[in-house]
């Protein structure tokens, strides 16, 4: 076994002994997402996406809505403070595993790797609770969103956990989503085009493409996921330089 | 002078194996209004295979700066580092992983240190022996005493037997009987060519030092002479007394 293969595995396991982390997998997707579609009252709602190109105003039920913005949130939140952890604990001491031989490419696939294996677990058990009360018109478009948001707020996880406290980091990363995708960017609040300064959050683009996909027969936001998949990649540049120089792997 | 930090080869007999010259560190801050902290100014050392060299000062005085920079963990402002062969580091605070349990912070070092499956379970059955925590291998870090993770944290700057191990005050926490074994298992390591750095406070242990450095204003003092001098006046003074 490799030294990124042994770093890897050891840190999944270093993860699934995080009892904290397990409880926000189990506890958060059921209270955030089962309860909003349980308790959401159900009536039409005017939903902004797009149709044939066109920002149009389509009617839609709104714990559908609701359930849609939830599991992005949902995802996004667990995996923010996934990698706000995991830099946490990188910042302490994987500068030691550099002095032990391991050179930095090998320890950034391990950690990214970790991240990456917790962000399609919890966008997977975020998509499965979501389909016991709702089925996306496009399942694998909207998982991919998905997975680009889960992705994202991972590495800024990671970024916050380079520059703040567990605690504070912890509070960014609470509101940080909630702010974005469940307020910015949630067609139920913002019922016209989003100011340009959200349409900056990384929920911008995913949330656009899980509406359409979600919601509407069409597929229509597909140059979206590429400018999310591209937001994604920036975040990842930063948090590799971040990790490279906080831990001082060589 | 440009930052520089080389790493070569491996040891000889009686060779330097780290040299630092005219180390410089200062503690910035980004923020505004913060002041900055100049910790060395122009240090210089050398440590040797063989030796044991202990590095003391008051607090404050840059001594974790200075092994920091000399392991490679923090970068100098200027002046270069050479290191010659494989080193040991054992931190000050322990910087283990708290989750995973000792049977794992071992492989998870040890393939670092590029050591098969077999030269890392031989490594810490023999330490785990040697600083009795043989029945605390499959526990977790967290679940450790002070003194047991401090000998794990030890244990892992040990384990492949490195050319050069750099101790920051490695014995913190140690009980008596293990605190004498850690100075056995330096003397053999010593004895077999490694050159052993540590830092110090205890005066007591100064004479088992055979180079003394201490981090004074920003430089570094080599004061071997001046100890055994006072070690001499105060043997004498004993006699004196003893008259």
Redesign the interface.
Known sequence: ???TT??FS?GI??QV??YVLVALLVVLPVSFITLAFAVTQNVEMPVRTLVDGETVTVMRGMPEVHGVIMTPITSALIAGLAGLFLMR?AK??D????????RARQVIAARFGVLAAITLIVTGVSVGVMRVDFQPEYLWWFVAAMLVVSLTYGLIGMLVGAVFNRLAGMWLMLILPMLDIGLFQDPLFIQSEPDWWMKLFPGYWPVRVMVDTGLTTDVDTALSLVWATGYLLLVAVLAIGIYYRVT?A? | MEASTTTTGEATSNKVLVRANEIEKTYGSSFPFTRSVTVLTDADLEIRTGEIVGIVGANGSGKSTLMNIL?????QDSGTVERTGT?G?C?QEP???D??TVG?TF???G????MTAEEIDEAKHRLASKLDFEQYLDY?IDQLSGGNRQKINLS?ALMHNPDVLMLDEPYTGFDWETYLTFWDLAEELAADGTAVTMISHLIEEQSRLDRIYEVRDGQVYDVTDQEAETDATASERGEATDE
């Open positions: 076994m490799n030294r042994t770093a050891i396991k270093e002994r995080n604990e302490d001491t500068g030691r595993l550099a002095v032990a031989g391991y001082q060589s | 392991v490679g963990v923090l970068e080193v580091w931190p910087l283990l992983y989750r995973l794992e492989r998870l070092f393939s670092g240190y590029g977790r892992i």
